[in-house]
């Protein structure tokens, strides 16, 4: 299996910082890579997929970037809202799907 | 936009089999993969295996051995029967649709409870 690694596993941040999460895949997965948020008692919901590809809806404050092995997911601008767990998601090749265990984004 | 919405006992006694339905609506489950996942209290999320309408399945190799994941697309549903349970087997269980190879839509999720 593919193990993905999420740093950091918990994060601090204001209103209106900047804030990036990392997923680090054990093996190359060609920008197969999935981004969820994940809200107390709620299903997570899609923000990106093919590492940097919006989800029609989700706010241009979300981005994605990295190749390889290294993804990142960054909110530009945190708003209220986004206070959150966040997973990323890989769909490379070889089955089966996996998850990193989250980022827990909290306000600070 | 698609719905999904699952359902089955929220209890199931040790060693027996955990037994869930996802219903559709909004759309057709003849296209698509439709997948079931998991997450235990407080943890991460695992995926378990997917079923394309035509019947074809794969399966997480770590459950492959218990898990069967079944369509009826004249009742746009989509089932997942889980053998042999144990208290690990708790977790919310979630149904999802995926166009790719990612999960677009999900349910709500529904908590099954492995307990004697």
């Known amino acids: 299996d593919i193990q993905m690694t999420q740093s950091p596993s918990s994060l601090s941040a204001s209103v209106g910082d900047r804030v990036t999460i990392t997923c680090r895949a054990s093996?190359?997965?060609?920008?197969?890579l999935a981004w969820y948020q994940q809200k107390p008692g709620k299903a997570p919901k899609l923000l990106l997929y093919a590492a940097s590809r919006l989800e029609s809806g989700v706010p241009s404050r979300f981005s994605g970037s990295g190749s390889g092995t290294d993804y990142t997911l960054t909110i530009s601008s945190l708003q209220p809202e986004d206070f959150a767990t966040y997973y990323c998601?890989?769909?490379?090749?070889?089955?089966?799907?996996?998850f990193g265990q989250g980022t827990k984004l909290e306000i600070k | 936009q698609v719905q999904l919405q699952e359902s089955g006992p929220g209890l199931v006694k040790p060693s027996e089999t955990l037994s869930l339905t996802c219903t559709v609506s909004?759309?057709?489950?003849?296209?698509?993969?439709w997948s079931w996942i998991r997450q235990p209290p407080g943890k991460g999320l695992e995926w378990i295996g997917y079923i394309y309408y035509s019947g074809s399945t794969n399966y997480n190799p770590s459950l492959k051995s218990r898990v069967t994941i079944s369509v009826d697309t004249s009742k746009n549903q989509f089932s997942l029967k889980l053998s042999s349970v144990t208290a690990a087997d708790t977790a919310v269980y979630y149904c999802?649709?995926?166009?790719?190879?990612?999960?677009?839509?999900w349910g709500q999720g529904t908590l099954v409870t492995v307990s004697s």
């Open positions: 999802a649709i995926s166009h790719g190879d990612y999960f677009q839509n």
């Open positions: 998601q890989q769909y490379y090749s070889t089955l089966p799907y996996t």
């Open positions: 093996q190359g997965i060609s920008n197969s």
């Open positions: 909004g759309g057709s489950i003849s296209s698509y993969y």
